[in-house]
């Protein structure tokens, strides 16, 4: 394929160059704002992060790699990051979110300028940047350290390199690229096994796109050749490591294990759905301003079917169908319910919410479908010429564009299939699918509706930042008080292994005392898993993950009840504030036995 000289840097002035920039700065100062309004500051481990922050320090103290019985994720170089802001800050939980929070800001510009080298103007590609950073996903992971976006920030600068390499004037440019695509793909993939999808299909796409250039097929060859060896000697050496967790497909297709796939797929797809909401907004406008009733009849029509499912489901208590699609940070109790405490975590999304975003994520939806089979109907409203509407110095061509989305897309997409086989995916692997989704849908607008996305889409995007740094705050107010709670225990004389504060914190507990999880999962070396039956003690039956952690006996525990368990204890609650749902909230100190 012959590239167009509209792909050359040199068509652009300096000025526009300048002009995106600072837009893409801007989206990163979005992100930096939400961050430092939320206070992200305490220092207990959240949900996995507590396996990680101590493999860090490890690493800091003997420069070894260790794995403590909990990580599933290869973490690779995060690590060494996470290590090196110990040695400059000292070893806290802060510090080593801070690399997290700084990956988080430079992949933000990144997405911004890549957005706009795949042929989107400057203020959609921004759209479509604070689309992905608004989601409300995004802002908790980038204030913690889990591997999550450390992983996206993989595949980002992949496709940012193989762009370079496809857009560069010059033929040395492009080889330069394509290493520097092919080295940070495959290094960059130790972090997290699944972001290995950049240097393994992005990377081969890119180089097939450039085939006629003299020596791209030579070294691009030899590039993939040495990075599929580095990432199977890389996998070789992780599976040797002790106390590293193994996470595979089931032995047996058990009864239900299909249907069970098949929902949890259906919840990656319409997560993802749900977080496109304010660019999805876009093509209902486009169809209720129309010149043609019918077609805001349609619109109308495909908001009232997506109500109507969402009515339905409720009615027949099909809870699946409505928002959360999946288990993890959006949860009806917020982010902190995946380490829940005793007791009924306070409701966060109330039934009404979860309606009305149900509702809308499958009328905004059916919206777009229907613009989508008018636009290949070539109705006259909606088969307008690109050139019109379209005016990018440097516009990728869709089937170019389609080379790079479409495959890496589907092979992400069946990686999730075998974790929905074996337990259950989380909302937060939908990552790279709405990354590699918000271009799409941007470039079909911008060529086939209007220029620019309507203002109207940035309410929603400022909506869903809204609800996203209200979470976060949250959950970080939330852990606050838990550790309190546990410092007020610890100085009474209480030890921790007596102390039972969800599974992230006795989880740390029983790496502290033992050096690893207690997990069947582990198998180097063979004898370190020792079955054990913890039964929790009478009347706390929601007690998580004893028999991971054997060395917690709990005579205390931490509840949103005061009479979960043995009743309330001679330690005073701990009382926190909330932006949703209840604005104060107490967490107990209960005994885990009545007293004699």
């Not at 520097?180 to 299909?201: H, M, P, Y």
């Not at 999805?280 to 029509?301: D, I, K, P, Q, T």
């Not at 993890?328 to 007791?343: C, D, F, Q, T, V």
């Amino acid at each position: 394929m012959t590239l167009p000289s509209s792909l050359n840097m040199k068509g652009s002035s300096s000025s526009r160059i300048t002009k995106w920039r600072i837009d893409a700065f801007l989206c990163s100062a979005f992100l930096l704002l939400c961050i430092v309004a939320v206070h992200p500051g305490v220092d207990i481990g959240m949900i996995d992060d507590f396996s990680y922050f101590k493999s860090a320090q490890v690493l800091a103290s003997t420069g070894h790699i260790v794995y403590n019985g909990w990580a599933a994720a290869m973490l690779g170089w995060q690590l060494y990051i996470g290590a090196l802001f110990i040695k400059l800050f000292g070893a806290s939980y802060t510090a080593v979110r801070a690399s997290t929070t700084i990956i988080a800001l430079v992949m933000v510009f990144l997405v911004q300028r890549i957005y706009v080298r795949l042929g989107i103007n400057s203020w959609n590609a921004s759209m479509g940047t604070l689309t992905l950073v608004a989601c409300p996903l995004f802002m908790p992971l980038s204030v913690s350290f889990m591997s999550d976006i450390d992983g996206l920030f993989c595949i980002v600068l992949c496709l940012y390199a193989c762009l370079r390499a496809l857009q560069a004037p010059a033929n040395r440019s492009t080889l330069g690229w394509l290493v520097f695509a092919a080295v940070t793909g495959a290094v960059g993939g130790t972090v997290r096994q699944s972001s290995w999808v950049g240097v393994l299909v992005i990377f081969p796409c890119t180089v097939w796109l450039l085939r006629r250039r003299p020596h791209v097929l030579l070294l691009g060859g030899a590039l993939y050749a040495v990075s599929l060896a580095f990432v199977f000697a890389s996998m070789n050496w992780f599976l040797r490591q002790p106390y590293v967790i193994f996470d595979g497909l089931p032995t047996r297709l058990r009864p239900g294990i299909v249907s069970h796939a098949l929902s949890q797929s259906f919840g990656a797809i319409f997560t993802v759905v749900m977080f496109l909401l304010p660019i999805l907004a876009a093509f209902a406008f486009a169809l209720f301003l129309s010149r043609s009733w019918n077609y805001r009849w349609l619109a109308l029509g495909g908001i009232g079917i997506g109500i109507g499912i969402a009515i339905v489901a409720t009615q027949y208590q099909v809870d699946h169908l409505l928002v959360p699609f999946l288990a993890g940070y959006i949860s009806r109790y917020g982010p902190a319910a995946s380490a829940p405490l005793l007791g009924e975590s306070p409701v966060i999304l109330e039934h009404g919410t979860r309606l009305v975003v149900s509702g809308g994520t499958y009328g905004l939806l059916f919206c777009f479908l229907i613009w989508l089979h008018l636009v290949f109907r070539r109705s006259p409203e909606f088969a307008k010429d690109a050139r019109e509407v379209y005016s990018e110095p440097r516009s990728l061509p869709w089937l170019s564009l389609l080379i790079f989305i479409v495959p890496v897309t589907l092979s992400y997409f069946a990686l999730l299939i075998p974790i929905a086989m074996a337990h259950a995916i989380f909302d937060r692997y939908v990552f790279p699918l709405l990354f590699f989704a918000i271009p799409i849908l941007l470039r079909l607008y911008q060529e086939r509706a209007g220029a620019r996305l309507p203002a109207a889409c940035y309410v929603l995007i400022l909506l869903f930042a809204a609800y996203s740094i209200a979470t976060t705050h949250d959950i970080f107010s939330a852990y606050r008080a838990r550790l309190a709670a546990i410092n007020e225990m610890e100085a009474a004389g209480v030890p921790a292994t007596s102390i039972y504060a969800s599974f992230d914190f006795d989880g740390m507990t029983q790496i502290e005392a033992a050096g690893y999880m207690n997990d069947e999962r582990i198998r180097v070396p063979r004898t370190a898993f020792h079955p054990v039956v913890m039964s929790p003690p009478a009347g706390c039956t929601s007690m998580m993950m004893l028999d991971k952690t054997p060395v917690v006996h709990p005579e205390y525990a931490l509840s949103f009840d005061p009479y979960a368990c043995g009743g309330s204890s001679t330690f005073p609650a701990v009382t926190y504030s909330n932006w949703l749902g209840p604005r104060t909230l107490n967490i107990y100190i209960v005994r885990t036995s009545k007293p004699s």
